[in-house]
Nanobody, 131 residues
Framework: QVQLVESGGGSVQAGGSLRLSCAASGDTYSGNCRAWFRQAPGKERAWVAR??????????DYPHSLKGRFTILRDKAKNTLYLQLDRPEPEDTAMYYCAADPHLDWQQCQRAIRPSDFKYWGQGTQVTVSS
């Protein structure tokens, strides 16, 4: 069992910055596929960022439209995943969720962009970007 708890959401002005946190507890693995998704009202839950944790290093990936603005990070010591939102725009307003699936290998993780690809989920944290 893996428990994920997001925090750090809130209201920010366009062009500002925000860092979301996802604290993990329970079973942990040196190789772990982890991701952030977001969902706005009336929209499907969409992939925002993904990270594969080798233990000693990690690789990350993003939708093309978000590259350069969003950054996924992890702190091994704190067992915490982060999402850094730089220069957020009103269109980024959504509920943000972190997700993880420790049983995906690197190749499987590389293809994981759908909510159904991940086994464990947090409760979500709301991000509202005002203009």
């Amino acid at each position: 069992q893996v428990q994920l708890v997001e925090s750090g959401g809130g209201s920010v002005q366009a062009g500002g910055s925000l860092r979301l946190s996802c604290a993990a507890s329970g079973d942990t693995y040196s190789g772990n596929c982890r991701a952030w998704f977001r969902q706005a009202p009336g929209k499907e839950r969409a992939w925002v960022a993904r990270l594969y944790d080798y233990g000693y290093t990690a690789t990350d990936d993003y939708p093309h439209s978000l590259k350069g603005r969003f950054t996924i990070l992890r702190d091994k010591a704190k067992n915490t995943l982060y999402l850094q939102l730089d220069r957020p725009e009103p269109e980024d307003t959504a509920m943000y969720y972190c997700a993880a699936d420790p049983h995906l290998d690197w190749q499987q993780c590389q293809r994981a962009i759908r909510p159904s690809d991940f086994k464990y989920w947090g409760q979500g944290t709301q991000v509202t970007v005002s203009s």
